[in-house]
Each structure stands twice: as C-alpha cells, then as structure tokens.
C-alpha cells in the first residue's frame, strides 16, 4: 500500500513513524505481560498461603509497571498507558508500595 507522506510521497503509509500504529506495540505488551504474570505468581504464593509474599510480589509487580510506563513513550507503552503518564506512574507505585508496606507491617494473627 502507498499512500505516501508528505516527505516522501513514496513511502507507503505503515512504514511511516507518525502514521497511528494498528497493531499493539510489542515493548508495551511484553512488559505488560510480565507485570501480569508477576501479579499471577504473587496470587500463586498467596494461595500457596504466603500471603506476605505473595503480596510483596503483587507490589513489587506494581513497581516495575510504574517504572516502565515511566521510561516508555505512551506511543510505546501500551496498555500501562490509561491516562497521563505522571497519573499512571504515581497510582501504580503508590499502589504498589502500600502493598508492600502493608505485607511488611501487618501483625500476625492467632490461628
């Protein structure tokens, strides 16, 4: 398909970097997967009955969303991307450091 661009009339439109993208950006999927399989572990080691753990993981997941919508352009960053770039970074290591802190403070109870 040439459709072109205003610099080069023969460069076909999908190899354009300002044309919008119609497939997911592989960068933003493939830390959106780890965080989502990080997540699914700590779920794992919770119901393994690790619960700090397994929480700590879960926070620890959060970080590393937080810290990747961070450094990639919102072009790139994918699902992590819901609203502003400072919005997503702030509630996703906010989140994610309550987990954390929480897994760490919480006294433990009889059984």
Known sequence: ????TVADPQL?????PAAPRRHPSTVGGMFYLVVLALTAVG???VWSGDWRAGV????????LASLARLVLPTRDAGMLAVRHRAFDCVLLAGVGVVLIV???TIPNQPV
Do not use: F, Q, Y
């Open 12 to 16: 076909p439109v999908d190899d354009d």
């Open 43 to 45: 779920i794992g080691v």
């Open 102 to 104: 929480l897994a760490g």
């Open 1 to 4: 398909m040439v459709g072109g």
């Open 56 to 63: 700590r993981w879960m926070g620890g997941a959060l970080l």
